[in-house]
């Protein structure tokens, strides 16, 4: 079966499986910022393996995302170029904050906060929504799509001792009951 062919305005053609590829490396690069973490927290070990966990769990959407594109079951409405563009450019500026040399708390939980607040999951959902299969499968998938990353970072913050700011800002998105874009 051959591929349907995206044509976004003005730029080349685009497949799905293209699509689906740059998204396997945005939650690549999302488990890696949260690896990151966990290796200038290194010191804290409860806290280096808060974000090891977080890191996990971006993995496992790369793998769903993966079982997708070579499955070729792909959702009907697929992001756009400036969707694509958009996200690219918030993992860049995130990439760019995390290779300063000193990173505080409160700044890695700034960070998390801003890429649990790009469109990065809505989209997640939203390709995936298509996968069908046994129960392990169908559980897993609700599992994924149903995980509340501000509720963890709102705990973890807690526990960690963020700063009340830090703990206010995610006890509004909590309290949202909804993964809203912040923009920054």
């Not at 939650?27 to 910022?33: D, F, K, M, N, P």
């Not at 760019?96 to 708390?105: M, T």
């Not at 509340?148 to 009951?177: C, M, Y």
């Amino acid at each position: 079966m051959e591929a349907v062919v995206l044509v976004f305005p003005g730029s080349l053609r685009v497949k799905p499986i293209q699509i689906y590829e740059g998204f396997i490396q945005f939650e690549e690069r999302s488990a890696e910022l949260y690896l990151e973490f966990s290796v200038r927290f290194h010191n804290n070990n409860a806290l280096s393996w808060f974000w090891v966990e977080m890191a996990m769990e971006e993995k496992q959407h790369a793998g769903m995302l993966q079982h997708c594109r070579e499955a070729r079951v792909f959702a009907e409405e697929l992001p756009d170029e400036g969707q694509i563009q958009k996200l690219d450019e918030v993992f860049r500026r995130l990439e760019a904050e995390i290779a300063a040399p000193e990173l505080r708390l409160d700044r890695a939980f700034d960070i998390a906060i801003r890429l649990e607040s790009s469109e990065i999951n809505d989209v997640y959902s939203q390709l995936t929504a298509p996968i069908e299969g046994p129960a392990y499968v169908m559980r897993k998938k609700i599992e994924l799509a149903s995980e509340n990353h501000f509720e963890k970072l709102f705990d973890a913050a807690r526990k960690f001792g963020a700063s009340p700011q830090i703990q206010t800002r995610l006890a509004k998105l909590v309290s949202s009951g909804r993964f809203p874009h912040i923009h920054h």
